[in-house]
């Protein structure tokens, strides 16, 4: 069986790993990118953590799996009638069935100036030109900023906000900056962070933030960005290190391709009960308009299912129906603290903190080898060197 699968996040991988095991596929993977990247661990890259912790390359992933051909190129058109894929290298990719995973894109919702002045932590790219800003703030300038403001209080944000402050603290000792602490403001629309879990675990986490020294504004809106400014609810806050980490829309793929993909509300693709969005077409992960997309949990889950249903389906068996699987949502807040919620069950503190790590080495192995696995859950324990060595174009900061 030929299966092409486009994406090289939780569930692309998963799915193309789940379909090697059979020696008679034969798997075309085509990223984006060339290096998978561990999504819950990059807060902590972004606040000194090393590196390994969040990035993988492809190569050493499928490295043992012979039936698997990686190709590095960004698809941008389909023509289902011939089956082709085109990238944007000029490269056309025939396919037999296509298993679309290609994640989402950040979105700042129109608001002026975020686009160009906001940073971001949802790429390596973007992680270090945070860390350059605040390298040429603190090492080369010898000053903190009046404000670091991070917008979004969902997991990613609430992660941020916790670790930051102890982040720049480090370097303000490392770089002998003294003075005040630095001043973390964590931004959020709804009337309380983690709006998707439940209100008991919003008022612990906010108690656990405020503890941490983390100013907490909810139910108020971001209106705009200057250079050296953020609007809130109609009043400055002075900050040249705004960090936005809410806001993601379907990969736009899907967008202008309206004869073959029909999409809901929320912009993602409708798929049938077996995650077909057009003949020998599936989407799944981030794109698939089902309950729970848009988390890692969900996109291995669905490369779990798409894959077995394959090898069902080549096997002249009988396809079973999606069926969803709720996550367990585990967001750590601070070093060694974490709330968990499974389900009615509710931990917080320290033994979420033990909850995070021993799923960390779960999702790590549920896509990476053995050797990989250790490696990367080990990486989140070392801090590497903050130094950097500008180029003229990390220079040209604001």
Partial sequence: MQITIVGGGFGGI???????????????????????????????SATGH????????????????????????AIETLQAPDKTLRGKSGATYKYDTLVLAMG??????????????????????EIKRLKQRLYTDIAENHELDRNYVVIGAGPTGTELSAALGTYIQRLSKKYGVKGRGPKIRLIEASPRVLPRMSEMTSRVVEHRLRKLGVDVQTGKKVEGETATELVVSGKPIASHTVIWTSGVTNNPFFAVHPNIFKLAKNGRVEVDAYMKAYNSIYVIGDNAATPWSGLAQTAIHDGDFIAKNLIRKSHG??????????????????????????????????????????????????????????????????????????????????
């Avoid at 799915?15 to 990059?42: G, V």
């Fill in 14 to 44: 998963r799915a193309a790993l789940k379909l090697a095991r059979d020696k008679s596929n034969e798997i075309t993977l085509i990223s984006d990118r060339p290096e998978f990247q561990y999504y819950p661990a990059l807060y902590s």
């Fill in 50 to 73: 090393s590196h390994l912790e969040s990035w993988v390359p492809l190569g050493e992933i499928f490295a043992e799996h012979q039936n698997v051909k990686v190709h590095i190129d």
């Fill in 104 to 125: 989402v894109v950040t979105t700042y919702f129109g608001i002026p100036g975020l686009e160009t002045y906001a940073y971001g932590i949802k790429s390596e790219a």
């Fill in 317 to 398: 068996k009988k396809m079973k129906k999606y069926r969803v699987a709720k996550p367990i949502p585990v967001v750590p807040v601070g070093a060694n603290w974490a709330v968990v919620e499974w389900g009615p069950v509710k931990l917080y503190g320290f033994i979420g903190g033990l909850i995070r790590r021993a799923a960390d080495a779960i999702g790590y192995n549920d896509v990476l080898p053995l050797g990989r696995t250790i490696g990367a859950w080990t990486a989140s324990m070392v801090y590497e060197d903050d130094y950097f060595t500008p180029t003229v174009k990390d220079k040209k900061l604001r």
